[in-house]
């Protein structure tokens, strides 16, 4: 999620976890293959902080919006993708995917100020005859 701070840039800090808690945290962190607890915690807090940001409607962010859906909804792919040409400047790519016989996944691919991605994104979410609607945002590098 990002570089690695510098050794001299290093602050320790100690912070009280329940035993439970701590468990479940190493077991996650066996998962995914963290060699220890403190890069763990430096992604949760970059991921925070990032949470943070882009939660500003004007601030320019990256993301993708995940659809998964029935393609036999009445006119359903039809209106999807009407929205989207809609909003061309903020749509730059879409992947679309069968399932199977009745349902499709749709990744696509956005920019823009983070709160005009974010309407976009709902609307495709809250169409009718969307199961789920999942976005994530960034910050696009610099």
Same mark, same amino acid.
Request: aromatic letters at 4%.
């Given at each position: 999620?990002?570089?690695?701070?510098?050794?001299?840039?290093l602050?320790?800090?100690?912070?009280?976890?329940?035993?439970?808690?701590?468990?479940?945290?190493?077991?996650?962190?066996?998962?995914?293959?963290?060699?220890?607890?403190?890069?763990?915690?430096?992604?949760?807090?970059r991921?925070?902080?990032?949470?943070?940001?882009?939660?500003?409607?004007?601030?320019?962010? $990256?993301?993708? /919006?995940?659809?998964l859906?029935?393609?036999?909804?009445?006119? *359903?792919?039809e &209106? +999807? =993708?009407?929205?989207?040409?809609?909003?061309?400047?903020?749509v730059?790519?879409?992947?679309?995917?069968?399932?199977?016989?009745?349902?499709?996944?749709?990744v696509?691919?956005?920019?823009?100020?983070?709160?005009s $991605?974010?309407? /976009?994104?709902?609307?495709?979410?809250?169409?009718?005859?969307? *199961?789920?609607? &999942? +976005? =994530?945002l960034?910050?696009?590098?610099?």
């Amino acid at each position: 999620m990002g570089k690695r701070p510098e050794p001299s840039a290093l602050a320790r800090i100690g912070i009280a976890v329940e035993q439970k808690l701590l468990n479940q945290f190493d077991r996650l962190l066996e998962r995914r293959k963290y060699e220890n607890r403190s890069e763990a915690f430096r992604d949760l807090i970059r991921a925070a902080l990032i949470e943070e940001r882009v939660a500003e409607d004007d601030r320019p962010v $990256v993301g993708s /919006l995940t659809l998964l859906y029935d393609h036999e909804r009445r006119l *359903l792919s039809e &209106k +999807l =993708t009407a929205k989207q040409h809609e909003h061309h400047h903020e749509v730059v790519s879409s992947m679309h995917v069968h399932l199977d016989h009745h349902n499709c996944m749709e990744v696509i691919v956005m920019r823009g100020k983070a709160g005009s $991605v974010r309407r /976009l994104a709902d609307s495709l979410i809250s169409a009718k005859g969307v *199961l789920f609607g &999942k +976005l =994530t945002l960034a910050e696009p590098p610099v």
